[in-house]
């Protein structure tokens, strides 16, 4: 990924200098922008040079993932919290991380904080592992005074959505077991089954059931063309992947699997539920609606609801209000929307978000303990098809040749 160097105004009107990393001048622009920085010229430059990890480490160094951060989160809180300064926190955190990588996070923070920077500018630094929502409600707690509070935040905020992630990829894992077996089956019976078979059928010298036929045929046609087949396969999963490399097809995709049955809503109210958590954090932490809705359309992993949500933004922009702009989306239930209008009465907007992300978060519980029940039966059924077109192809022909050998007698 490309480097821009930048300069900025920081709240203070201090100039600011970097380097940072980022796929375009307009994405580093964002990040400055997260970060409380107004950038004032970003230009392409060379990666600054730095000691990275040797060869071996890099293969051998674990992923930072999102339970780093997360633990991250809890830490700075409780350190804050006791009065340690924020460079004595980051220096026990360097020397306690179990992971390496992140380590050299934590070095690169207190190098930049020594600098003269602020910690949301120094996290710019790290996109890969600090998101844009981060850098934000960390700048808002530099500015308000309360950034240990915004780190107890977001530790609930990030548990919140560790919680779901792990809640929706539990409900899919049963099913995608289930089928990648059956196809697995159905690779086997084909290439060796099958052919065994074929070759006793062959001895019968007289014309087999058309279930039989289309069966070896088809066996035949995967025993002849497995290799083009399976680079057929690779080829399909890499376009696949490099069509939701595009903005298009990341669209398209996210729109879609929000209609399959039985999953589609159960990805949808968790998607929704990251997004009223993320925007209740943010009014509760003192961002404008405005602000908060750019920077949580980013939080919520679907492109679709991204485009819905910065519809949502542009209306408040244009002066209507949440609810109006929420009713327009065309994604939320009608109680929800009821609890929305009450919030925007009362003023208690944030309280009554956090209500709808834990509304959501039962619902997408009850729906994931009863997807078991739900998606059984289909499996059940395209189990009992495979099933009996292979039974019923293997043994006509031997049912024919039974029933024929007892007609002679």
């Known amino acids: 990924m490309p480097h821009f160097a930048y300069k900025g105004r920081d709240k203070g009107g201090q100039l600011v200098e970097g380097v940072l990393e980022g796929p375009d001048s307009g994405a580093v622009a964002g990040q400055l922008s997260a970060g409380g920085i107004t950038p004032v010229e970003i230009r392409p430059t060379q990666p600054p040079p730095r000691a990275g990890p ?44 179990e992971n390496k990588g992140f380590a050299r996070v934590v070095q690169d923070l207190r190098e930049n904080l020594d600098s003269g920077h602020e910690l949301s500018v120094c996290l710019t630094r790290h996109p890969k592992v600090f998101d ?14 309360t950034l240990e509070e915004v780190f107890l935040r977001l530790f609930s905020h990030m548990e919140f959505e560790k919680f779901m992630r792990d809640q929706v990829k539990s409900a899919v894992r ?19 089954v099958i052919p065994a078979f074929a070759k006793v059928y062959q ?19 995967m025993v002849a063309w497995w290799p083009l087949m399976l680079v057929a396969l690779a080829a399909l999963v890499f376009g696949f992947r490099l069509y939701l490399g595009t903005t298009r097809g990341r669209l398209a995709w996210d729109e879609l699997k929000m209609k399959f049955p039985v999953a589609g809503p159960i990805v949808l109210k968790a ?4 997004f009223a958590r993320s925007f209740a954090l943010a009014i509760r932490s003192g961002v404008p609606a405005v602000q908060a809705l750019t920077i949580v ?5 679907n492109v679709h609801v991204a485009r819905k949500i910065e519809a949502m933004r542009e209306g408040v922009e244009r002066g209507e209000s949440v609810l109006r702009t929420a009713v327009a989306t065309g994604i939320f239930t009608p109680i929800v929307l009821q ?8 003023g208690a907007l944030d309280e009554l978000m956090t209500e709808i992300a834990d509304m959501y978060q039962r619902e997408v519980e009850y729906d994931l ?7 059984e039966p289909i499996l059940v059924v395209g189990l009992g098809v495979m099933v009996l077109i292979l039974a019923l192809g293997v043994f006509l022909p031997i049912w024919d040749l039974g029933t024929a050998a007892l007609g002679k007698k």
């Open 54 to 97: 040797g060869l071996i480490e890099r293969f051998s160094e674990e992923k930072i993932g999102h339970i780093e951060v997360l633990l991250f989160c809890r830490h700075m809180y409780t350190l804050l919290k006791a009065g340690v300064p924020i460079m004595g926190a980051l220096k026990g955190l360097q020397e306690s991380a």
């Open 132 to 145: 844009p929502f981060y850098v934000a409600m960390v700048r808002v707690g530099e500015l308000t005074g």
């Open 174 to 192: 049963y099913p995608s077991f289930v089928v990648a077996t059956m196809a697995i089956a159905i690779v086997i019976i084909n290439i060796f």
């Open 203 to 221: 001895g019968f010298k007289t014309e087999l059931p058309a279930m039989t036929q289309a069966l070896i045929a088809f066996s035949n046609f």
């Open 271 to 274: 998607t929704l539920a990251r």
């Open 297 to 301: 359309a980013n939080t919520v992993d």
């Open 339 to 346: 609890m929305v209008a009450v919030g925007e009465e009362t």
């Open 369 to 375: 303990k009863s997807l078991a029940s739900q998606i």
